[in-house]
């Protein structure tokens, strides 16, 4: 079988461990011959870096492997680029959450101002990295998880439109693993149906490989539940908040029962709840940086403190295989069916083609073709239209240096009550975020 070379840009992020140990896991179905490391943080990347140094060293002695800031070095020679960077870091992703809390609006990652002020950094070091893969290795493949996924894909669409940059999110992936444990399967028994935009959809349905359909039952289960399951089957999303958002689920069902939410519509349709559950001195990004970072950079400190992975394993980041099949499927060309974030073009029959949609695609050597979900009802087509609008307008308001058209977009997300109040958050993004956003006229 080909061997391959991989760089993952994000060296430095908290998932970077479990990603290797979960590439480690599948070298007989992903051989691997070069694996670097690249991050532009080189204090961060090192500690991580230097513990997986040692843990290659003592696991797969064979495969070649660096970390590295040089892009030429770290894009040189590569068949692959796993992407998940965090511009900004924590530190900016609390002020995310915080200022827009601040204002009594949501506080999140990826949804309403704080995904807005996350998009308007990241675009600027998406395109370069795609850049950078472009000069360095023409032929390589970007499968692309940062976030926020939906801006980042749109920004994409819109400046590199002939670029081989795949965009998925984890979040359908483990929702479905949660699905087949409330009825008893493997995600791999089950193949769905899906439409709308990251972080921002809907199933339609659920079957196996024999046809048979089983949303109905899912939907009994989470009714009373919530995506809630009795075994840890997505390691990714354990912390109480998320315990807390799976939970919510049964919530969002109830707005539309047809079809299967995913978790993250709870910021659109109960932001009021959302604001008054939240800690505006502890968000989400405390928890992160109190939980998943010192556990993993204490791991890494211990390994090199010792010199030996032994005793001190990262664990293998089992929520993330699904790289490794998408990969596999552009490699191998094994159409593997997955959700992913693509130019709608039709896929949903009654929705504008220009939209990066979440939909079900099969993956060859060619690409991602999506598969047809058919028309949807008004009210989800209606969320949905309001939704991207606001996603075409930040990456315009990137693009142009516009105040006016971000103000319009925090104006016209669900999360926020007035344009005042858009005004008002916006302003304070802006102070924020100075060394990372274009200027604004
Ligand atoms: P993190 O802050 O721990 O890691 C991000 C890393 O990216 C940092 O080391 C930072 O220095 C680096 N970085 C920032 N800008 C860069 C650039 N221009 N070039 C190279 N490196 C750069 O963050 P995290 O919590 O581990 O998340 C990383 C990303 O993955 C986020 O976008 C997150 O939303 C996304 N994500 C990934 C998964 C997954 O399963 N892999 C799941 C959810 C989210
Ligand atoms: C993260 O893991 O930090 C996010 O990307 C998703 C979450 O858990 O909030």
């Known amino acids: 079988m080909k061997e391959f070379s991989i760089v993952i840009a994000g060296g430095g992020s908290t998932y970077t461990p479990g990603i290797v140990m979960m590439l480690l896991d599948n070298l007989d179905r992903f051989p691997i011959r070069t694996l670097k490391l690249y991050d532009n943080d080189a204090e961060r990347q090192a500690v991580l870096g230097e513990a997986l140094a040692i843990t290659l060293k003592e696991k797969a002695p064979d495969m ?14 590569v068949d692959f680029c796993f992407a998940h960077i965090r511009t900004g870091k924590y530190k900016m992703r609390e002020l995310d959450e915080k200022i827009p809390l601040k204002h009594g609006v949501v506080g999140q990652e990826t949804c309403g ?32 998880y940062s976030n926020p996924a939906a801006i980042v894909a749109e920004a994409c669409r819109v400046l590199r439109p002939n670029s081989r940059v795949l965009n998925i999110c984890d979040m359908p992936v483990g929702t479905v693993r949660r699905m087949s444990q409330i009825i008893g399967k493997t995600p791999q028994d ?45 390691t990714q999303h354990m912390d ?46 405390n928890e992160v940086m109190d939980g998943r970072e010192k556990e993993v950079f204490s791991t890494a400190r211990e390994i090199i ?31 593997e069916r997955m959700v992913m974030i693509v130019e709608n073009n039709g896929a949903i029959a009654n929705f504008d083609n220009d939209a990066m949609v979440e939909v079900p695609c099969l993956i060859g050597s060619d690409g991602v073709e999506p598969l047809n979900q058919g028309k949807i009802p008004d009210f989800e087509r209606a969320l949905m239209y309001q939704q991207v609008t606001v996603e075409k307008l930040v990456v315009q308001a990137y693009i142009e240096g516009s105040y006016q058209k971000l103000w319009q977009a925090l104006t016209l997300s669900k999360t926020v009550p007035s344009a005042k109040v858009a005004k008002e958050i916006l302003d304070d993004l802006i102070e924020a975020n100075r060394e990372f956003w274009p200027e604004l006229k």
């Open 240 to 285: 109480p908040s998320w315990q807390e958002t799976h939970k919510k689920a049964k919530d969002l069902l109830a707005v539309d029962p047809r079809f299967l939410p995913n978790t993250y519509l709870k910021y659109y349709f109960y932001p009021d709840y959302v604001v008054n559950h939240s800690n505006p001195t502890y968000t989400r990004a």
């Open 64 to 77: 070649e492997y660096i970390y590295t800031t040089d892009p030429e070095e770290a894009f040189t020679d």
């Open 190 to 234: 089950l193949d769905v149906r899906y439409f709308g935009l990251n972080h921002f959809g809907w199933w339609t349905s659920i079957k196996d490989k024999e046809g048979n359909e089983y949303l109905p039952q899912i939907r009994d289960y989470v009714e009373e539940h919530g995506y809630l399951t009795q075994v840890e089957v997505d």
């Open 305 to 335: 403190a010792k010199g030996t992975s032994s005793g001190s394993e990262f664990s293998i980041g089992s929520h993330a295989s699904f790289i490794v099949d998408l990969a596999r499927a552009i490699a191998f060309n094994t159409y």
């Open 113 to 144: 101002p704080g995904g807005i002020a996350y998009g308007m950094r990241s675009i600027k070091d998406m395109i370069e990295l795609i850049d950078l893969m472009e000069q360095y290795s023409p032929n390589c493949w970007m499968l692309n």
